[in-house]
């Protein structure tokens, strides 16, 4: 990008609530179904710690909860802590947004970026985070997921 900014936006339509959502985003045993075998630990609260766990203990990345407004809006200043190339990068942030939609559908849109014009780290979560949404959707639509646990 030219004013030297790294971003990936993606938005999906989900067949659920605000509230079903925020619980899917928020709750470690379900998110570990849809992140493929990742879990997350964290202090759900704003300034809390958060990390995301491989099955195996090893951290996958790590950063700090910056806002947290239930069934609307949760950011995270995360890092990589796993490839050493995506972790000298820095630090990114991704925000999620929930808005209700038309029905029962609600509108959940990722941002994931960083300072930093043409970032690995940047281009590697813009090919997870389709496979990790399309698993959320798939979930929370119809109990199952398409992609199995990876890690």
């Not at 802590?81 to 939609?101: D, N, Q, V, Y």
């Not at 959940?108 to 940047?122: N, P």
């Amino acid at each position: 990008m030219a004013d030297g900014k790294s971003s990936f936006v993606y938005a999906i339509y989900i067949r659920t609530t605000p509230e079903k959502l925020w619980a899917a985003l928020t709750t470690p045993e379900f998110v570990q179904r849809y992140w493929m075998g990742i879990r997350p630990e964290a202090e759900w609260k704003e300034g809390g710690s958060w990390k995301l766990m491989f099955a195996d203990g090893r951290i996958a990345d790590a950063g700090k909860i910056t806002e947290f407004l239930p069934n609307k809006r949760l950011s995270i200043r995360w890092r990589n802590e796993f490839r050493p190339e995506l972790k000298e990068e820095g630090w990114s942030l991704c925000t999620m947004e929930i808005e209700p939609a038309a029905g029962e559908t609600v509108k959940l849109t990722v941002t994931h970026g960083m300072e930093r014009e043409d970032s690995k780290f940047i281009g590697a979560v813009s090919g997870g985070w389709p496979q990790i949404l399309s698993n959320l959707k798939s979930l929370l639509e119809t109990g199952a997921t398409i992609f199995p646990p990876r890690y």
